[in-house]
């Protein structure tokens, strides 16, 4: 259901919200990638701007995706990967 309907393995991890008059942007952890057929269909659904920051340290990528009504872009980087799980 997860993937299915937000995008994402499992649900966001720790996620931080802002809201303002013309978006909603949301920094948070998830698995495999962010939920971004969720802001996809928000974004369409509600009339609004969503950008979702994200990061998944165990694969070593993050990404900014940004849907308004129209469009959806989704940005992704390589970053350091997370060697916490080998100590």
């Given at each position: ?16 919200v802002e809201v303002t008059d013309e978006e909603i942007i949301i920094t948070c952890d998830t698995a495999w990638d962010a939920p971004i057929y969720w802001a996809e269909t ?46």
């Amino acid at each position: 259901w997860n993937y299915t309907n937000w995008g994402t393995k499992w649900d966001a991890i720790e996620p931080i919200v802002e809201v303002t008059d013309e978006e909603i942007i949301i920094t948070c952890d998830t698995a495999w990638d962010a939920p971004i057929y969720w802001a996809e269909t928000a974004a369409k659904k509600f009339n609004i701007n969503i950008v979702i920051e994200y990061e998944e340290p165990n694969n070593a990528f993050a990404g900014c995706c940004r849907a308004d009504p129209d469009n959806m872009y989704n940005d992704i980087w390589d970053i350091q990967p997370d060697d916490s799980s080998t100590n």
